[in-house]
């Protein structure tokens, strides 16, 4: 049974830091290229950021050099390191695990997480 769980969302000041994970079971973790979304109130889903199996990262221009993902295949979890955090960050935060390479696509979402930058 496939299971992706977000946690370690929370209410957090501007210009704090939290850290979110992502636990993934019921498939070939190591293989998935793994990313982090955000969906804020009245507003589309945006793409964070994305890390290869081969460990490769991107990021949304709104958080380089402020947010960090990163995998650790023996445990089958993705982070998503955030500091700097401000206001606009507020959104829910999901995880997607994508196959690089099956047709017909294969991929699995997390329920998501909410971080919320209130002073």
């Known amino acids: 049974q496939v299971q992706v769980v977000e946690s370690g969302g929370g209410l957090v000041q501007p210009g704090g830091s939290l850290r979110v994970s992502c636990a993934a079971s019921g498939f070939s973790f190591n293989i998935y290229t793994m990313k982090w979304y955000r969906q804020a109130p009245g507003k589309q889903r945006e793409l964070v950021a994305i890390?290869?199996?081969?460990?490769?990262?991107n990021y949304a221009d709104s958080v380089k050099g402020r947010f960090a993902i990163s995998r650790d295949n023996t445990k089958n979890t993705v982070y998503l390191q955030m500091t700097s955090l401000q206001p606009e960050d507020t959104a829910v935060y999901l995880c997607?695990?994508?196959?690089?390479?099956?047709?017909?696509?294969?991929?699995?979402w997390g329920q998501g997480t909410q971080v919320t930058v209130s002073s």
């Open positions: 997607n695990a994508l196959h690089p390479w099956a047709v017909p696509i294969r991929t699995y």
């Open positions: 890390i290869t199996r081969e460990g490769n990262t």
